[in-house]
């Protein structure tokens, strides 16, 4: 397994944005899809975001579709996710994720993804 460390949480007020990297230790992942999930206070986690390990198919979840961009720098071995126009709703804990197998396509359902970290938190302030 590989293992993902992110950055970039924090409070900010909402309207305002934050970009969450994600990097691993171990290994490389240029050649596997990636994905970002949420868990919010009492709720279950749930898909934010994927991408292919190319960069050029790229899936959101409904709720941030326009405000939110993933994006990869392989050269890098670094995910981002761009979040603009925040919302107090986006609270959560924001975890990255990996594919195992490589050049698998990405996936919006968790079970797909066998590596994570641990997470960053993300608080937006009405």
């Known amino acids: 397994q590989v293992q993902l460390v992110e950055s970039g949480g924090g409070l900010v007020q909402a309207g305002g944005s934050l970009r969450l990297s994600c990097v691993p230790s171990g290994r490389t992942f240029s050649n596997a899809a990636m994905g970002w999930f949420r868990q919010a206070p009492g709720k279950e986690r749930e898909f934010v975001a994927a991408?292919?390990?190319?960069?050029?198919?790229?899936y959101y979840a409904e709720s941030v579709k326009g405000r939110f961009t993933i994006s990869r720098e392989n050269a890098k071995n670094t995910v981002y996710l761009q979040m603009n126009g925040l919302k107090p709703e986006d609270t959560a804990v924001y975890y990255c994720?990996?594919?195992?197998?490589?050049?698998?396509?990405?996936?919006?359902?968790?079970?797909?993804?066998?590596?994570w970290g641990q997470g960053t938190q993300v608080t937006v302030s009405s």
């Open positions: 994720a990996a594919r195992e197998q490589p050049y698998h396509p990405p996936s919006d359902r968790q079970h797909d993804f066998g590596s």
């Open positions: 991408i292919s390990w190319s960069g050029g198919l790229r």
